[in-house]
């Protein structure tokens, strides 16, 4: 049977979820950060529209389809 000890308290497991978090998530805000220097352009949506279908566990995906158009900049 578990016993808690006093090392286990919620303070640990915050830090805990904390330090995963900021693992998965940091890879994530290095891409966000980096796009701000990719270049821009001026562009037409011409369709758009949301697909959805169910993953492999049951859950809704969903899946935006746009096409459009742009000039690149010279």
Do not use: C
Not at 42 to 70: C, F
Request: glycine share 12%; proline share 5%.
């Amino acid at each position: 049977m578990y016993s808690p000890r006093e090392t286990d308290t919620p303070g640990n497991v915050v830090i805990a979820e904390g330090v995963a978090g900021f693992g998965f998530g940091k890879p994530m805000l290095d891409k966000a950060r980096a796009s701000t220097e990719w270049p821009t352009t001026d562009g037409k949506v011409i369709e758009s529209e949301v697909e959805r279908h169910r993953g492999n566990d049951g859950e809704t995906m969903y899946k935006a389809l746009v096409s459009g158009r742009s000039q690149r900049r010279r």
